[in-house]
């Protein structure tokens, strides 16, 4: 009986985690005014958008990052004032540690003058990323 108990328990708390990722993964969430860490082009290896920046973080065996990858470039390419940085987790190490990387796909999203506005962790969701760069465009860099 107490097998059947802890299973039960198991596959409750399996459904809830599941459930509590797929409700929050790829939300765009906004950073906090007084958190908010700025990059420069050349900290990221890349050149910064002229109105906002997706720096993802990826992996190569994630998948979830692939299709954000395609995602973002798609977006980033239908306005020249964006730009996509994509940086592998595994060989900057020094950026992902700073900013908490925990899992890929991460996106940081930088207004036009570097400062990270918005943070999504989880394969991005197009509306969502259309809100969060709303949010850029309408809102001054703290």
Sequence with gaps: MTGVLVV???LVLALAFGGYRAVTDG??????????PRLDAERLGGQLGRQATFVQFSSTVCAPCRATYRLLSEVAAED??????DINAETRLDLAEEFGITRTPTVLLLDGEGVVR????????RADVFEALGHVAAS???
């Design 27 to 36: 939300r765009a969430r906004i950073v906090r005014a007084d958190t908010r």
């Design 8 to 10: 039960i328990i198991a």
């Design 80 to 85: 020249p004032g964006l730009a996509h940085i």
């Design 118 to 125: 918005h943070r999504i962790v989880g394969a991005a969701r």
């Design 140 to 142: 001054p860099a703290a």
